[in-house]
């Protein structure tokens, strides 16, 4: 039984690209207790997002902005059922749209995972992975798929290098699985920008966790 629907990391990755494009220089989403999401201050240099839909919650740098429900660029039925994206709005930019960011997804499964699938849904990944590479030459592995938690959420990890209009690009790719819900999380910079955006992107994954909603 297939886990992981075969087009979800592609249609992340368009996720991306269309945040990027559609973003621009638009301010974020930053007001606290809106219907979208709450944000708040924890210190001088970071902020809180917290979904109220899906309980998952990480910081972030408190310069960056946010938008959220990126997927609605994409075709109904296929997309992430929650997106939220942060982005340095000083970083460097690709056809005058931001390029270093963090997108958070969220995808509902057919099926709950449990420890037990974990093997299954790291071989339905690299899958996918393989055939992304075989679409786009530029997308070469910096290292192989690997175990990890978040949050104390299982599941795996990968970087990439890739080019973005022939501009040279890495990210790091999570795939967390909860039950029957999938959690991506890219970070991506310019290959120049990518070493000193490292505490950052470690602030963000470090602060990620999920708790489930009040309600």
């Not at 299982?154 to 080019?163: A, D, M, V």
């Amino acid at each position: 039984m297939r886990l992981v629907r075969p087009m979800v990391l592609l249609l992340a990755i368009v996720a991306l690209i269309a945040f990027m494009v559609a973003c621009g220089t638009e301010p974020g989403t930053t007001s606290s207790n809106s219907q979208s999401g709450e944000t708040t201050k924890t210190t001088n240099s970071l902020e809180t997002y917290t979904d109220p839909d899906y309980g998952f919650t990480f910081e972030y740098p408190s310069g960056w902005q946010i938008k959220l429900d990126t997927s609605a660029e994409l075709s109904a039925g296929s997309s992430a059922v929650k997106d939220v994206a942060v982005y340095d709005p000083k970083g460097a930019k690709v056809d005058g749209s931001p390029v270093n960011t963090a997108v958070i997804s969220v995808y509902k499964l057919r099926t709950s995972v449990d420890e037990t699938m974990m093997e299954t849904a790291r071989a339905e990944i690299d899958s996918v992975l393989r055939e992304m590479e075989s679409q786009d030459a530029s997308w070469q592995r910096l290292e192989e798929l690997t175990n990890t938690q978040l949050g104390a959420i299982p599941g795996f990890r990968i970087n990439y290098g890739f080019s973005l209009d022939d501009t040279p690009a890495v990210t790091a790719m999570y795939f967390l699985f909860h039950k029957d819900t999938e959690y991506q999380l890219i970070c991506q910079a310019v290959k120049t920008d990518w070493p000193k955006y490292q505490d950052e992107f470690t602030a963000i994954l470090e602060s990620f966790s999920v708790s489930l909603p009040s309600k």
